[in-house]
């Protein structure tokens, strides 16, 4: 079933990118969709515990309001840097988190990476390590909203 | 309506290019590595995306205009990855991230924790 989905998006991709109908290109398409597909396979029999994201009307909730954070602490940054007296206060340190499963580690991670003046730079079991350039970047995080808002998404 | 579009369009092409700019002052100004990363981050999570929509008004609808939101989308998917990974590389060569002083939650040396 897996495998369907993936052929299956694999296949629009392929068409979405070419645009051509042509005997030959779909040909090779077909024979590319395959050929993936059997290497997914074999990563997933290398890889013993294959997290498995599919979309959802709540994951594109999340991307929105994520969205809305990356464009927020973007002007915050902005400010910052063409403030005359540059306001930063740089610090490393530890944050606590709930999350459990690799696939919500990595999305947490990530989004944290991805609004900047927030930087993972280490995940351990129970906590990452978050470089940050303001206090204010490291409290937001700490008061968990974000955290919150990945485990109701159940993935 | 196509005067409407061309305005909002401009307005992101100059948003983003701001931004760009934003980034570079950024990365001149920064005192270490670690925030240079967070200056660079400037331009490819906002500046980016930005100077792409704002190319999207100017298109028809087509297959081209698919193929510039899959640049978005892969540019978003894989910009946290490669930022984590030279953070991390950095760390693992020995580089230390400058703290400033007046900071009361900084641990010095968090990883030896358990």
Redesign the interface.
Known sequence: MHYLVVSIFLAVFWV??S?YFTGLLLGLGALSVLLVVWFVRRMDQTDKEPGRLYPGPALFGYWFWLLWC??KS?ID??RR??HPR?P???????LDTRVETPLEKTLY???I?????T????IKEDHF?I?A?S?EG?EELREGEMERRILRLKV | MSLLLDMLSAACLLAGSF?CI?GG??LI????F??R???A??TE??ATPLLLFGLMLQMDWS?DL??VV?IMIFV?AT???A??AT??AA?HGGLK????E??P???GE??S?P
Do not use: E
């Open positions: 979405l990118l645009g990356v464009v973007n940054l902005a840097i063409w540059l930063i206060q740089p610090c490393w340190c530890r991670a990530n989004s990476t991805l609004t900047p003046g930087l993972t730079t280490d390590m470089h350039l206090q490291v | 931004l934003t002052i950024g100004r920064m005192p270490d670690f925030a990363v967070h200056a981050g400037v999570t906002l297959l698919l193929k899959m978003l910009n946290p990855t930022t984590h953070a991390k760390l991230p400058l703290v400033s007046d900071d939650n900084d641990t968090p990883s924790k």
